[in-house]
T-cell receptor, first 114, second 113 residues
Framework: GPKVLQIPSHQIIDMGQMVTLNCDPVSNHLYFYWYKQILGQQMEFLVNFYNGKVMEKSKLFKDQFSVERPDGSYFTLKIQPTALEDSAVYFC????????????FGEGSRLIVV | QQKVQQSPESLTVSEGAMASLNCTFSDGTSNNFRWYRQHSAKGLEVLVSIFSDGEKEEGRFTAHLNRANLHVSLHIREPQPSDSAVYLCAVSPITGNTGKLIFGLGTTLQVQP
């Protein structure tokens, strides 16, 4: 099936530092998403992004979070500064449309903040 | 806000025996339900999408949706050890459908040879 690639697969970072998680979505997809999964908890929506703008964000999408997708490059999630509670697996997803369209997920980026 | 719960938390079946997983949700006006599975340390793989009451089959995977009963199930025919994974139910919220999904906690399926 369609592939979403995420880089890095895992990263350990000191609290307070900045981290950027990269996502290469499915070619020709227009809608992009980030989800967060803390170990043992359900996967939760963070943000979705279309046409260069955030369409919707959850309360988990703190002020320290930002997303962008410069033309022809990765869809990124940046956290600056990081906090201990940001430790989680972050999943990127993409879809060709929004209503009724399937979201395709990457394998996740495991972030550990120490 | 739509709430999604899955049962059982874990399930062990023998190879070849039907596996049945359950998902309940809090608001029946959603019309977008999906089953994903997640192998250990891997991404999510979509199995079945269902948008109206009734049954939808994709290979060995069949989803049954009954919105009046706030219930959607997944049945796996002739499961194999390679089907061992965490199965996630995902529901779109009712209002402002921007592609956001609300997930359950998952059912861990173990298929024994």
């Amino acid at each position: 099936g369609p592939k979403v690639l995420q880089i890095p697969s895992h990263q350990i970072i000191d609290m307070g530092q900045m981290v950027t998680l990269n996502c290469d979505p499915v070619s020709n997809h227009l809608y992009f998403y980030w989800y967060k999964q803390i170990l043992g908890q359900q996967m939760e929506f963070l943000v979705n992004f279309y046409n260069g703008k955030v369409m919707e964000k959850s309360k988990l999408f703190k002020d320290q979070f930002s997303v962008e997708r410069p033309d022809g490059s990765y869809f990124t999630l940046k956290i600056q500064p990081t906090a201990l509670e940001d430790s989680a697996v972050y999943f990127c997803a993409s879809s060709s449309g929004h209503s009724g369209n399937t979201l395709y997920f990457g394998e996740g980026s495991r972030l550990i903040v120490v | 806000q739509q709430k999604v719960q899955q049962s059982p938390e874990s399930l062990t079946v023998s190879e070849g025996a039907m596996a049945s997983l359950n998902c309940t949700f809090s608001d029946g006006t959603s019309n977008n339900f999906r089953w994903y599975r997640q192998h250990s340390a891997k991404g999510l793989e979509v199995l079945v999408s269902i948008f109206s009451d009734g049954e939808k089959e994709e290979g060995r995977f069949t989803a049954h949706l009954n919105r009046a009963n706030l219930h959607v199930s997944l049945h796996i025919r002739e499961p194999q050890p390679s089907d061992s994974a965490v199965y996630l139910c995902a529901v779109s919220p009712i209002t402002g459908n921007t592609g956001k999904l609300i997930f359950g906690l998952g059912t861990t399926l173990q298929v024994q040879p």
